[in-house]
């Protein structure tokens, strides 16, 4: 494992500005992100009972909230987080150059599609099925967003090897392992994406084809739009292995461990998007039962970093006077305001329990026809993306803004408090979707236009009920958000204290084995693969033989 401690390096201005603007960008726009995620639990709740609110619709806005939120913000902070990671674990900044293409091409891509969504020209939610169509720039943006990570990710492998030729024999850091990690499923999600937005999507929606074949990009969204989880969760649990343990005061419980649940993403994150289309014609059932079989495979390093983490928490508590069968959870530091990062990784962790029983209930391909379209699955990813990866990000965006400006975070004591509301608010949300979820309630609905008024004859008492829940999580969460941002700008806005730098805790193993058949991607690459072509070439073939008509466009106006 790389040394522990809290080293800090310093960085050329030019990169240190690069890696604040990819992490203030997004953050900008998050703000509309949130804003559009809790008016839609008014709309939902019949709190607003109009068909648009300040000008903007609900799909309008939900497109907004998705979007921004779940491809924009992750997408650009994985890169800022990238870069930082390569520079203070391989010692070797990313070439200037290749890092401003990079940003310059991710926030053209995030300017047009902006263009398009807030015009009202692409209201066609974060998955973008067709026939609903939208304007060529969402496309097109889209396909600069994803373009200007790959060439982040390019930037980074030439550093690997020079410093895989300067320490032979030396394991890679674990925080090298995990965001190339990420970064490799990413490259394998967005090559079926690439093709259905530039072969299928831009075409068509600048007319310059008639029809598409609506079961295929479907399809393809979904070969790219699972792996896309683990894209975000990844480098949250980058963040969990090396730097939680520490931060609880104590050790990871094994190096071995985390390198293997790298590996294991590469694997299985790829070969189970099927699992979406459940309820899709078209695709024979014995490769959905197989993407089944996949899907449980893809939780096992999920259940390996529970394990891993509790223990690494156990022995941090330890540490800490804890003692007892269960007692020693409470020698933690949940409320200590210098080891903030703490409530934020917790807040995460807790969430994620509910986040991966609720995805296991999903994978199940009988259950899942009961809770498919239903509120039940938002319910299950607000404690996935809202949870662990959100808290993460945004802690770390804190984390690196203070560290790069050389400004101490400020208002310590609100923003300890800014997890623990979230959690609460993000509980009280997916609780309230998963109950209706299971009566019926269907997700991707204005409800507030009949269904939660008690005056109409669409009224369903049990979802309005539910829906005021929802809409009283929302609240909470905004409220967190608000917190969070004041202390983000209060910090930006103080004045700089130390040498700005960059600097993570990092943890000393418990369990520091040799890295061995986990040392090397290679194998685990050729392995995805693999599966990827068995689990997907007859999906693919079955949805060609399936598919005899395309569509014409349709835009929801
Ligand atoms: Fe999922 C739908 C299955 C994980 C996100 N998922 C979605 C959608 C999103 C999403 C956005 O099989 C909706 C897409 C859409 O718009 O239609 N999901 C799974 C499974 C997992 C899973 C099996 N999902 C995620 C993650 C996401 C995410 C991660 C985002 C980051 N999901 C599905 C399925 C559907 C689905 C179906 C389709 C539903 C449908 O019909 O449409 C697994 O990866 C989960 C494994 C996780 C675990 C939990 C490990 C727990 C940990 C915490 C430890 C805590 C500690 C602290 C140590 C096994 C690591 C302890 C504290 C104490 C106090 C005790």
């Not at 943890?507 to 084995?513: I, Q």
Request: contains cysteine; glycine residues 10%; hydrophobic residues 55%.
């Amino acid at each position: 494992m790389e040394s522990a401690g809290e080293e800090r390096v310093s960085l050329t201005d030019a990169s240190r500005r690069l890696i604040l603007l990819e992490l203030l960008v997004p953050t900008v726009l998050l703000a509309f992100g949130i804003y559009h995620g809790f008016v839609q639990t008014l709309y939902r709740a019949g709190i607003i009972r109009a068909e648009s609110f300040l000008g903007i619709d609900y799909y309008q806005g939900l497109t907004l909230h998705g979007v921004i939120n779940a491809i924009v913000f992750t997408t650009m902070f994985a890169v800022a987080f990238g870069n930082a990671l390569v520079a203070r674990f391989l010692g070797r900044e990313p070439p200037v150059g290749a890092a401003w293409v990079s940003f310059a091409l991710m926030t053209v891509g995030t300017l047009l599609a902006a263009f398009a969504m807030f015009t009202g020209r692409a209201s066609i939610l974060y998955t973008f099925y067709p026939p609903l169509v939208a304007h060529p720039t969402f496309y097109i943006g889209a396909a600069l967003l994803v373009v200007g990570s790959w060439v982040a990710f390019f930037n980074w492998i030439p550093l690997y090897r020079s410093w895989r030729r300067e320490n032979p024999g030396r394991k890679t850091p674990l925080a090298i392992v995990g965001i190339f990690a990420t970064f490799v499923v990413w490259m394998m999600a967005t090559l079926p994406l690439a093709y259905e937005v530039i072969v299928m999507l831009i075409p068509w929606s600048l007319g310059m084809v008639r029809e598409i074949n609506v079961l295929l990009a479907r399809t393809l969204f979904w070969f790219f739009g699972h792996p896309l989880v683990y894209f975000w969760l990844l480098p949250a649990y980058v963040m969990y292995y090396v730097m939680l343990p520490r931060i609880a005061g104590g050790k990871l419980y094994s190096d071995f461990a985390g390198r293997l649940v790298f590996m294991l993403f590469i694997v299985f994150s790829a070969p189970v998007g099927v699992h979406h289309q459940f309820g899709d014609p078209g695709i024979s059932v014995s490769w959905k039962w197989l993407q089944t079989l996949l899907t449980y495979g893809v939780a096992l390093p999920s259940l390996i970093t529970a394990f891993t983490l509790a223990a690494s928490l156990e022995y941090a508590a330890r540490q800490n006077g804890g003692t007892g069968l269960l007692r020693w959870w409470t020698r933690l530091p949940y409320w200590d305001r210098e080891r903030w990062l703490f409530g934020y990784f917790f807040a995460g962790l807790f969430l994620f329990l509910f986040g991966g029983v609720t995805g296991l209930i999903n994978a199940s391909y009988s259950v899942n026809n009961l809770v498919h379209n239903t509120a039940w699955v938002p319910g299950h990813f607000h404690t996935t993306i809202a949870g662990p990866v959100f808290l993460a990000f945004i802690a770390m965006t804190l984390h690196l803004v203070s560290e790069l400006t050389g400004k101490p975070v400020r208002l310590k004591s609100w923003n300890v408090a800014v997890p623990y509301l979230w959690l609460l608010g993000v509980a009280l949300l997916s609780i309230g979707m998963s109950i209706s979820g299971i009566d019926g309630e269907p997700r991707r609905t204005n409800l507030g236009l009949g269904y939660t008024n008690p005056g109409s004859e669409l009224f369903v008492p049990q979802w309005a009920s539910m829906a005021r829940v929802v809409a009283a999580g929302g609240g909470i969460m905004l409220f967190a958000m608000v917190v969070y941002f004041a202390v983000l700008v209060s910090t930006l806005l103080s004045k700089r204290q130390r040498e700005p730098g960059l600097g993570f805790p990092v943890a000393e193993a418990y369990h520091d084995e040799p890295a061995g058949f986990v040392a090397n991607f290679r194998p685990w690459i050729v392995i995805g693969v693999l599966i990827c072509a068995i689990a997907y070439a007859p999906v693919l073939y079955d949805v060609s033989r399936a598919t005899f008509f395309g569509s014409p466009s349709y835009t929801p106006d």
